[in-house]
C-alpha cells in the first residue's frame, strides 16, 4: 500500500511537471528582451553578418577619418535619407557639422550598440573622448544612423524626426 501511494505521487508529480512544461511554451515569456518590442523591426529585413559588417565598416572609417582630422572625408560620408534614396549632404549642413567636428576634436571613440531594425531606421550608438582628460566630461554620446539603400548602407544623420530606441536611451 505504501509503495503503491508512492507510485501514484510520483506518478502525478511527473504528470504536473509535464503538463506545465507544455503549458509554458504557449504563453509568452516574462523574460526583458521580450517586454520591449520595437515596432520599427522589420519582419522583411533579413539581417545578416554581411550588413553587420558594411554598417561597422562605415561607422568606423568615418570616425577614424574624424580622429586623423580629415573631415573632408569624414563628411563627403554623410547622406540625408531622401525617400527609398540618399542625397548627399548639403553645403550649408556639411558647414554646421564640420564646425561642431572642429570643437569636439575625436581623441579616441568606442561603438557602444548597433541596432539594425530595418533598411531605413537602424542606428549605431557610440562615445567619443576629445579634449586631453579621461573624465567623463571630456566625452560625448553621439548616435548615427544607417540607411541600406539597395546593397549598399550609407551614414546618414538623424533629423528631429528620427526617435531613438528607448532601451537605449539611457546608456
Known sequence: MNKTLKFIFGLSVLCASFISCSQKKDTPSS???????????SEQMVRT??????????????LDYQKANELDSALNMLYIPDGDDVLPLPDEKKLVIRRTMEMFPIR??????????????????????Y???DDALSSMKCVI???????????????????LNPETLGE
Open 31 to 41: 523574460d526583458k528582451s521580450d517586454w520591449y518590442i520595437d515596432q520599427r523591426q
Open 49 to 62: 553578418m554581411t550588413d553587420t559588417l558594411a554598417v561597422l565598416y562605415n561607422v568606423k572609417k568615418y
Open 108 to 129: 579616441d571613440y568606442k561603438i557602444d550598440r548597433l541596432n539594425l531594425f530595418s533598411e531605413s531606421t537602424s542606428e549605431v550608438h557610440y562615445t567619443i573622448q
Open 131 to 133: 579634449g586631453n582628460s
Open 145 to 163: 544612423v544607417p540607411v541600406r539603400v539597395g546593397y549598399y548602407w550609407y551614414l546618414t544623420i538623424p533629423d528631429e524626426n528620427h526617435q
